[in-house]
């Protein structure tokens, strides 16, 4: 059973950084031939995506909103970071990890629980 666990959300002021980790386990194919994403979902809006990372192609995608503040990577196996700068408020969400076998569709279909996220002096 595929599982992921995020981790590394909090409360953060304006301007700061966090680093959120996400660990999959449970992957029936080698972990190089999922596509890895992050998505969010704010209070009272839809889940949007954040960022994906495709492993066979190593390409990278980002939403309008975080490019230039927000990277993401794989760091060891079977974990995605997403390393989140110069954090503003309209950044709080909760976050979810996502997963897909796949070379280019980056709609998970398989989520972690998601960890929150707060920008807030």
């Known amino acids: 059973q595929v599982r992921l666990v995020e981790s590394g959300g909090g409360l953060v002021q304006p301007g700061g950084s966090l680093r959120l980790s996400c660990v999959a386990s449970?992957?029936?194919?080698?972990?190089?031939?999922?596509?890895m994403s992050w998505y969010r979902q704010a209070p009272g809006k839809e889940r949007e995506l954040v960022a994906y990372?495709?492993?066979?192609?190593?390409?990278t995608r980002y939403a309008d909103s975080v490019k230039d503040r927000f990277h993401i990577s794989r760091d060891n196996p079977n974990n995605t970071s997403l390393q989140m700068n110069a954090l503003k408020p309209e950044d709080t969400a909760v976050y979810y990890c996502?997963?897909?076998?796949?070379?280019?569709?980056?709609?998970?279909?398989?989520w972690g629980q998601g960890t929150q996220v707060t920008v807030s002096s």
């Open positions: 990372n495709i492993g066979v192609s190593g390409k």
């Open positions: 449970g992957l029936p194919r080698k972990f190089d031939e999922y596509v």
């Open positions: 996502g997963a897909r076998h796949s070379s280019y569709n980056y709609v998970p279909d398989h």
